[in-house]
Each structure stands twice: as C-alpha cells, then as structure tokens.
C-alpha cells in the first residue's frame, strides 16, 4: 500500500505556482474555473485534476482495505468463537460420556439388588413353607400325645381292672388273666410304637426349629445385605440426580452461549453488510462474500498507476 507516500508532481507544480505570484488554494472545489480566468498555465491544471483522482482513488483503495482488515477481524472472530463453541462441545461429550458409565453402573448395581431381593423372596417363601410343615408336624405331634394319653389310660384301667379281677377270681378266671394280659401287652407294645413315632416327632421337630433358626439368621443376614444395598441404591440416585443437575446446568450453559454466539454472528453479519455496502460505491466488482477482493484491490492498484502514469 501505497498511503501517504508524496506526489512530487504536486508539491512541484504548487510551488511553481506560488513563485509565480498567483495566490491559488488548489485543494479547494470550483478552483479550476478561477485558473482558467487567471491564465494558470494548463500543465498545472492537469496535474491538479491527476493529483485529485490520484486522491480519490487513493481514498477508494484504503477505505477497500480497510473494509478488508475488518472482514478479516470478523473472519478471526468467527474462527475464535466457533473454536471456544467446539470446545465446549467437546467438553460436553466427554461430560456425556462419564455420565453414561455411571449410569451404567448405577444400573448393574440397580439389577444386583432386584436379584438379591428375589433372592430373599425365595427365602422368605422356603421359611414360610417351613413355618406351616411344623404346624402341621406340631399338630400330628398333639394328636398322637392325646392318643397315648388315652392309651395309658386304657391300660391304666385294665391293669386296675386285672388286678380287681385277680384279687375277686383267681382260680376260676386263669383264661380271661391270660387274655387281660396279652391286651394289657398288645396296649405295651402300641404304646412303644407311639413312644418311638413320638421321639422321631420331637427329633423332626428339633429339626425343624434348627432350620428355622437357620433361615432367621439368614432372612436376618439377607435383610441388613437388602438394606445396605438398599443405601447404596440410594446414594447411587441421589448421585444420579446430582448428575442429572450437572447435565441441565452444563446444557444451559451451552445454549446460552449458543445464543450469545448467534448474536454475535447476526451483528457481524449486520457489520459485514454495512461494510459491503460502503465499499460497493468505491469497489462495484467485489462479490458479496469478499471473495475476490484480492483481485479487486490489485485491479484498482493497477488502473492507480496506470492513471499515475499517464499524469506523468
């Protein structure tokens, strides 16, 4: 660029003109008709009217530039802010991510618990079986109690019976001793077998209250390993729903910044189309997206020169 570089044609022609005693202010409009009454010399006014378009496109040429610096500031700016808005998204993805794992394992732990609560349904199902197979037990135990209850008291009767009928008739009822005696041995015998169905009960039954001892302390076991995965359940969710927060702050934040960004590019694009706009009066070829100002500049460079030339 080529801006405040001297004219020495000018500067020339202007002190010519002084030393010729011709006061002129040739920077002022409507000048040229005033020379031309005051018989200026005709080079000197060739050289102004150069001068002023020299100046002219000179103004053209650095109002061009300095709408392209301004382009290529927005340019940078875009870049800068599409650069901070990738980041962040990237930022926001990896945030996604890390929120993902620990769903999924707030989901493992969440299906271990299902588990672990089926587990203490069976448990609790097996006990409650347990439970009515000892009543039933306990009452089979009381009816075979009551019944040998009755059975010593049957033998109890025939031995009193017996020994009343011994003491009244001994020698005259030998048959019917010996046959009170063989019944008073078939209620013995009987008796021993609900003796023995009695102790195989109460063994079942002491059994039967050790495994329900068992299963209460396992219920008791399964029921804290249930609440304290319970507590980590809740943890888990309350960590979720920290999560879940930090999501909708971080979503919050990107779209407000997504509005400051869109902002931003509707007043640049509101700049750029002043910019384009100024610079179409003094630069009527540029395109709309500024693509060819590099051309355009070197054009009006060029056609610069070429009317410096032809001044000289």
């Given amino acids: 660029m080529s801006e405040g570089r001297p004219i020495p044609e000018l500067h020339e022609n202007m ?4 030393t010729q005693g011709n006061e002129m202010n040739m920077m ?4 040229q008709d005033v020379a031309r009454s005051t018989n200026v010399d005709p080079l000197d006014q060739d050289l102004w009217a150069a001068a002023q378009t020299i100046r002219a496109c000179r103004q053209d040429r650095i109002a061009a530039s300095q709408g392209y610096h301004a382009l290529q500031e927005s340019r940078k700016n875009l870049q800068s802010d599409y650069a901070g808005l990738v980041a962040d998204y990237n930022e926001l993805y990896n945030n996604y991510d890390a929120l993902r794992e620990r769903y999924s394992n707030l989901r493992e732990k969440y299906n271990s618990v299902l588990a ?5 349904e069976s448990a609790q199902a097996a006990l409650e079986q347990q439970k009515a197979l000892k009543r039933v037990v306990e009452a089979q135990l009381a009816q075979t109690k009551d019944e040998m209850e009755k059975k010593h008291d049957q033998v109890a009767q025939l031995e009193k019976k017996l020994a009343t009928t011994w003491l009244q008739a001994v020698d005259g009822q030998g048959n ?3 046959k009170l005696k063989a019944t008073i041995n078939s209620y013995k015998e009987e008796n021993a077998v609900q003796a023995a169905e009695n102790i195989a009960a109460k063994t079942l039954i002491q059994h039967m209250e050790d495994f329900q001892r068992e299963l209460e302390q396992s219920h008791v076991q399964e029921v804290g390993s249930l609440r304290q995965q319970n507590k980590h359940l809740e943890e888990a969710l309350q960590e979720t729903v920290k999560v879940q927060e930090e999501r909708k702050q971080i979503a919050d934040k990107l779209e407000i910044d997504k509005n400051l960004l869109q902002q931003r590019c509707q007043l640049q694009i509101q700049q750029l ?4 706009k100024a610079l179409a009066n ?8 500024f693509d060819n100002i590099t051309t355009v500049l070197a054009e009006l460079e060029k056609r610069t020169r070429k009317k410096r030339k032809q001044v000289q």
């Fill in 15 to 18: 002190a010519t003109t002084r």
């Fill in 116 to 120: 672990d609560s089926t587990k203490l």
């Fill in 28 to 31: 002022q409009p409507g000048m």
């Fill in 176 to 178: 019917d001793t010996e």
């Fill in 282 to 289: 003094w630069l009527p070829d540029l395109h709309d997206d």
């Fill in 273 to 276: 189309g002043s910019i384009r």
